[in-house]
C-alpha cells in the first residue's frame, strides 16, 4: 500500500492511498478457499469444485468483497501509520476509473482532533446552592400530582360545558365532505382546555350540553403525524352524549389507598424522594454550568469544523421545531435568523468543552465501565419496538461511532462528578425559585441539542429569543432540566429513536383515535 498525503492544512487532512492489484487479488485467493468447502456444482463432489471454476461463477461477488475489505484495511492502516484521531468518520472515495484487475486508487479525507494539552484541574471553586425539600414542597407536589389524576363527576343536564368541564362525544370526520380512515369514534373523553386535540377542537365545545350535536371546523397542524391530513381543513360532526364536572380531590389517606398506598405519609415519603430528585438536579445543572463556564473560559483552541456543524445541525433542528409551534411561526423563524451567528458559537463552545472533558477523562483514568455500556445499550433499546430492540442491540455492538454516540453524555457526567471530587465548594442554602432564577440568569434559556454526543448544560440561548417564547417557557424549561438533570443520560442520547419513535407510537394508536385526537407526535 503506497501513501501520499495530499493536504494537511489545520485540522483538515486528505492522503492518496494505492491499494495494488496484487493485494486485491490475494484476498480473492483466501476468499476462495475460504468458501470451497460449502460451493457445490454439478459433477464435483462437495468441496472438490476447481478455484477456476469458483472464481468464474463467483469472480464478481468475490472482487468487490475483497476489493471492500482492501480500503478498509488500509483505511485502518493509515489511522495507525500517521497517528491520526479523526474528528468523524473519514470519507473514502474510490477512483471512478477502477476497473477490476488494476490498482485501486483510493482518497480519505478527514478532520483530526487537535491537541489537547491537559489543563490543570486545580485551583476550581464551586458553590453549590442547596434547596431543603420541606413539607410545603412535598405537599405542593402532592397537589400537582392530585390535580394530574383528577376525577370527573356526572353534571346536570342543563349545564353548559366550560374550560376544565368533560365532555364524553361521538364524532364523525370529514375533509371535503369526504370520511377519512380513523376520524370516527364513540364516547371519547375530552376535557376543555387539555390541548390534547387539533388546535380549534376543544374550544368549540364550550357551551354545549349534554344531548347538543354539532358540527366543529378545524384545520389539521401541517406537523401532523398523517401525510394525507396535513394542513387539510375538516370537520367533525359531533353528538354530545355526557357532560361532566371536575370533582373535588381530597388529599387524605384515603386519596392515598385510591393510588395502591397505605397512608397519606406514605405517599409523602415517596413524593419527598421525587422533591429532593428534582432539587438535586437544579443543584447539579447549577454547579455543572459553573464548572464548564471556569473551564471554557481558560481553554481556546481549533475544533473540528464537521463537529461543530454537526453540532449546530442539532441545535438548529430543535429550535426550528420550537419556533414551528409559535403562536406567529414566520415571525419566531425570523428572530431565529438573526441569532444565527450566536448559535453557531454555542455549537463551537459546545464541541470545544466536549473535546476538552474527553481530555481531562483520559488522563486522569474516567472509564465508563462494560456493566454501565450494557445498561446504556439495554435502556436505549427500550425506546423500540420489542421486535427491533435486539437488531439495535446488535448494531450498537458492531457500529463503534454509533457505540461512542451512546456513551458520551454518561463518560462526560463522569468527568464532571471527577471534577466535583477535586474541586473546593462551599454550600449555599437558598429557595427554589432563587436556583431557578440563578439558573436562568446565566444566559436567560438554555438549548437542548438532541443526541449531540456533547454535555447539554453549558450553553443558553441568546437573550434576544427570550421575547419569542410563551410566558411559561422560562419555568418549565428549567423544570425539564431538572428532569433531564435527574435521569439516567442515555436519556438525553439515541440519535436513531428520535426517528422511529413517532412513527411506531402512530402505527400502534387504534385509528378511531387518530383523526381529531392527538397534535403532531414530534410535538412530544
Known amino acids: ?190 376535557e376543555i382546555g387539555s390541548g390534547q386535540l387539533i388546535p380549534g377542537f376543544e374550544d368549540q365545545l364550550v357551551g354545549v350540553k349534554t344531548g347538543d350535536e354539532k358540527v366543529l371546523k378545524v384545520t389539521f397542524p401541517d406537523d401532523y403525524p398523517v401525510e394525507n391530513l396535513k394542513g387539510q381543513p375538516a370537520e367533525f360532526a359531533i353528538t354530545v352524549k355526557e357532560l361532566k364536572v371536575p370533582a373535588a380531590s381530597k388529599i387524605d389517606d384515603e386519596f392515598a389507598k385510591s393510588l395502591g398506598l397505605e397512608s397519606l405519609d406514605k405517599l409523602k415519603e415517596i413524593m419527598k424522594d421525587q422533591v429532593e430528585q428534582e432539587l438535586n438536579g437544579l443543584t447539579r445543572t447549577y454547579m455543572k454550568r459553573k464548572l464548564l463556564d471556569q473551564l471554557a473560559a481558560s481553554h481556546d483552541f481549533d475544533v473540528p469544523p464537521t463537529m461543530v456543524e454537526a453540532e449546530f445541525g442539532q441545535i438548529w433542528q430543535q429550535l426550528e421545531h420550537e419556533a414551528s409551534h409559535e403562536e406567529d411561526v414566520e415571525a419566531a423563524k425570523a428572530e431565529l435568523e438573526k441569532d444565527r451567528d450566536e448559535y453557531r458559537s454555542i455549537a463551537v463552545r459546545r464541541v470545544r468543552l466536549g473535546l476538552l472533558l474527553s481530555e481531562i477523562g483520559q488522563a486522569h483514568g474516567v472509564q465508563v465501565s462494560q456493566q454501565e455500556m450494557q445498561r446504556l445499550v439495554a435502556q436505549a433499546a427500550q425506546q423500540y419496538r420489542p421486535e427491533d430492540r435486539q437488531r439495535f442491540m446488535e448494531y450498537v455492538q458492531q457500529d463503534a461511532l454509533a457505540a461512542a454516540q451512546l456513551r458520551a453524555p454518561l463518560y462526560e457526567d463522569k468527568v464532571v462528578d471527577f471534577l466535583f471530587d477535586k474541586a473546593e465548594i462551599s454550600d449555599r442554602e437558598v429557595t427554589r425559585e432563587e436556583i431557578e432564577a440563578a439558573i436562568e440568569a446565566d444566559d436567560d434559556g438554555h438549548v437542548h441539542g438532541p443526541g449531540c454526543g456533547h454535555d447539554h448544560d453549558h450553553d443558553h440561548k441568546p437573550a434576544k429569543k427570550a421575547a419569542a417564547k410563551k410566558p411559561a417557557a422560562k419555568k418549565d424549561a428549567v423544570k425539564e432540566e431538572a428532569k433531564e438533570e435527574a435521569a439516567e443520560a442515555p436519556a438525553k442520547k439515541a440519535p436513531a429513536k428520535k426517528a422511529a419513535a413517532p412513527k411506531a407510537e402512530a402505527e400502534e394508536k387504534p385509528a378511531a383515535k387518530k383523526a381529531p385526537a392527538k397534535k403532531a407526535a414530534a410535538k412530544k
Open 1 to 190: 500500500m503506497k501513501t501520499v498525503e495530499t493536504l494537511n492544512e489545520g485540522l483538515k487532512r486528505e492522503y492518496r492511498v494505492t491499494i495494488t492489484a496484487k493485494d486485491i487479488d490475494a484476498r480473492v485467493d483466501e476468499e476462495v478457499k475460504s468458501i470451497a468447502p460449502t460451493v457445490r456444482m454439478p459433477g464435483f463432489r462437495p468441496g472438490k469444485v476447481p478455484a477456476n471454476l469458483i472464481r468464474k461463477m463467483h469472480g464478481a461477488a468475490l472482487s468487490a468483497d475483497a476489493l471492500n475489505k482492501a480500503i478498509e484495511d488500509g483505511v485502518r492502516n493509515l489511522m495507525t501509520k500517521e497517528k491520526l484521531r479523526p474528528a468523524l468518520q473519514p470519507a473514502v472515495t474510490l477512483d471512478e476509473g477502477y476497473e477490476t484487475g488494476k490498482d485501486a486508487e483510493i482518497t480519505v479525507a478527514l478532520e483530526v482532533l487537535p491537541e489537547i494539552t491537559a489543563p490543570s484541574i486545580d485551583g476550581l471553586k464551586l458553590e453549590r446552592l442547596t434547596v431543603p425539600a420541606d413539607d410545603a414542597a412535598v405537599m405542593a407536589k402532592i397537589e400537582e400530582f392530585a390535580a394530574q389524576m383528577k376525577r370527573f363527576e356526572e353534571a346536570p343536564k342543563t349545564k353548559k360545558a366550560a374550560q376544565g368541564d368533560q365532555v364524553i362525544i361521538d364524532f364523525a370526520g370529514s375533509v371535503d365532505g369526504v370520511a377519512f380512515d380513523g376520524g370516527t369514534g364513540e364516547d371519547m373523553a375530552v
